[in-house]
């Protein structure tokens, strides 16, 4: 019974909690808005799905950005919008959930991935895709290293078929990993999505706060906006949540929702890394120096235990300035004796760390 009379007790509380929100979903990371902020980004890509709906002839794409800033979204929205209004199929994938290009292919098709080739695959793709297709897919760095060359780029880009073909990263290294031949088939442009601004946070904040609340104050909005814009690397993601929190838990100050959304997306940001992302992490945590040189060596000794080759300094310096584009770490450059050395700061609780790290590789 005590079980049953808390549940109530919540009900009751949640019902309370959640009178100024009108509409739950807006506050979903997958809403798509009738007419999200339209943006140079957006600008360039539809230029470019309307000359390769006119010409035919495909131009690749490598759209890069930080987690946040509205890579995804956009495509989503140019799907529905082009999928209406051109002539051009627009198809969508996101790759952490189909890591290989055999599966890729087998979604798009609708097949189930066992019992056919990779050959069989495309040829039924080209089949169905005829016409002027564009293929974008999402989180392409989390494709599968048993698929390192990423066979999808090169069939697609050597296709007889007109297929133009978007990828979406968030890590700015993604298009020195593919191998020559692929490169020199595809040989995209990339389109880099920049950080929001505070007063385009503030539009989108607002954009949610009509169609999802009851009442809502201009003012909680700027703070929010501001505070996202300033620690956050303008994720957001942490701004619309900032905001459901501010609505739906209002014994809590705007200060204490903003820090519980912006762990909560850590959380997840850090989960989501590759195992040699989180070795970096680790390495940066355990090294007793916050000198990028040491944790270098930190970094190698780890590497040394699993059996794994390092990166070269280079390669690892690289991920660390896409770990500071995620807002995970700071590089901040200090003056030694007579040159500048860089030092490195984690921007979250170290045993969020711990214990994701723990459960990848002590478990």
């Known amino acids: 019974m005590k079980h049953i009379r808390f549940l109530h007790e919540e009900r009751n509380r949640s019902a309370t ?5 009108r509409d739950f979903s807006v506050f979903d990371f997958n809403y798509i808005p009738d ?38 979204l956009t495509l989503w929205y140019l799907q529905r919008i082009m999928n209406a209004e051109t002539k051009l199929n627009v198809i969508y994938v996101n790759c952490r959930e189909y890591n290989t290009s055999f599966k890729i292919f087998a979604h798009f098709v609708h097949v189930r991935p066992r019992g056919v080739s990779m050959g069989e695959l495309y040829r039924t793709f080209c089949q169905k ?36 073909v978007i990828m979406l990263s968030n890590n700015y290294r993604v298009l020195h990993d593919l191998d020559d031949s692929t490169r020199s088939s595809l040989q995209p442009k990339t389109i880099c999505f920049k950080h929001y601004d505070a007063q385009q946070l503030h539009s989108i904040l607002r954009d949610r706060a009509q169609r999802g609340l009851h009442r809502y104050e201009e003012p909680m909005l700027s703070k929010i906006a501001a505070m996202t814009a300033k620690k956050t690397n303008s994720d957001a993601r942490v701004a619309i949540k900032t905001l459901f929190y501010g609505m739906t838990e209002p014994q809590q100050d705007i200060e204490t929702c903003f820090e519980q959304a912006r762990q909560e997306i850590i959380v997840e940001m850090i989960d989501n890394l590759s195992d040699p992302l989180l070795v970096i992490l ?38 660390l300035s ?37 459960l990848r590789f002590d478990s």
């Open 35 to 72: 007419e999200p902020i339209l943006r140079e980004e957006g600008r360039h890509l539809v230029r470019e799905f309307v000359r390769f709906e006119t010409t035919g002839i495909p131009t690749h794409h490598a759209v890069l950005g930080a987690k946040g800033s509205g890579k995804t």
């Open 322 to 358: 896409y770990l500071q584009s995620m807002g995970l770490i700071v590089l901040i450059a200090t003056k030694v004796a007579c040159t500048y050395a860089n030092r490195l700061m984690l921007t979250f609780d170290e045993s969020v760390l711990a214990t994701i790290y723990r």
């Open 282 to 319: 680790q390495a940066i945590a355990t090294s007793g120096s916050d000198f990028a040189k040491q944790t270098y060596q930190r970094y190698r000794k780890i590497c040394a235990g699993f059996g794994e080759r390092p990166f070269s300094y280079v390669h690892y310096y690289a991920n």
């Open 129 to 164: 895709y005829r016409g002027r297709t564009v293929v974008v897919l999402d989180e392409i760095d989390l494709m599968s290293p048993k698929d390192k060359r990423r066979d999808i780029l090169y069939f697609l880009s050597r296709s007889e078929n007109p297929y133009m």
């Open 17 to 21: 909690q959640s009178g100024p929100v």
